[in-house]
């Protein structure tokens, strides 16, 4: 008699991946989703915004130890699909029924290429120092 193959393993990892997919959106909306409000300095003229210095460390800095610990838990290749495509989900859902000029296409591209590229970045440089870390018995 055949065992019917067990779908606990197929639940966990869905599971991992919904877990990696609202983290990564969640990444946008705490540290941007929020904040479209842009800064004028009258003794210059300029506007900046509406995103602070602040708040893209914040983001990258999560995002980092996001991908690191996801890392251990979900395959790079799951890794880089979900959480830049989340990421860029949650950016598009803020910029697109806004844009008025177009460009939140172009944007998207742009955000979508920056964390896939962060991300892989990420992953290469975890996975290496692993690597080297159990080659000196760490």
């Given at each position: 008699m055949q065992t019917?193959?067990?779908?606990?393993?197929?639940?966990?990892r869905t599971g991992r991946l919904a877990v990696l997919a609202l983290l990564a959106a969640g990444l946008w909306w705490g540290w941007f989703g929020w904040d479209d409000s842009y800064q004028h300095d009258p003794a210059t003229g300029e506007t900046s915004?509406?995103?602070a210095l602040w708040q893209v460390i914040g983001c990258t800095a999560s995002g980092v130890l996001l991908v690191v610990v996801a890392e251990r838990f979900v395959p790079p290749p799951a890794l880089l699909t979900v959480a830049?495509?989340?990421f860029t989900a949650a950016w598009a859902l803020t910029a697109v029924p806004t844009d008025q000029s177009g460009?939140?296409?172009v944007g998207t591209v742009l955000v979508l290429t920056g964390t896939l590229l962060g991300a892989s970045a990420v992953v290469a440089t975890t996975r290496a120092l692993r690597g080297l870390a159990r080659r000196h018995g760490h």
């Open positions: 019917a193959p067990s779908i606990r393993p197929a639940v966990v915004g509406p995103y830049p495509l989340a460009l939140a296409l």
